[in-house]
């Protein structure tokens, strides 16, 4: 089966304003929601910004900042989660 966009829903997301860093969770089409770590939206000189690139390795200011949300991502995939 082909990958088919439309099926790909970005559930919920949060941005590290310091770093750039996104992390959200993710579903595609009936599938189980994930967590996607990454891309990084990164700042151009005039505040503008760039195309998103890879996370690549997280620095310590990125794990301080997933620590922080961390409880609440948790509970958003508990949420979207199906009952079994």
Same mark, same amino acid.
């Given at each position: 089966?082909? $990958?088919? &966009? ?21 579903? $595609? ?9 990454? &891309? ?26 997933? $620590? ?17």
């Amino acid at each position: 089966m082909a $990958y088919d &966009p439309e099926k790909d829903k970005v559930l919920k997301k949060w941005k590290c304003e310091e770093t750039g860093l996104l992390v959200s969770i993710n579903r $595609y089409g009936d599938g189980e929601p994930k967590v996607q770590i990454g &891309p990084r939206i990164l700042l151009k000189k005039d505040g503008s910004e760039r195309a998103p690139v890879k996370a690549g390795r997280l620095t310590m200011e990125d794990l301080l900042w997933f $620590y922080d949300i961390i409880d609440e991502v948790k509970d958003e995939m508990a949420r979207q989660a199906r009952p079994e």
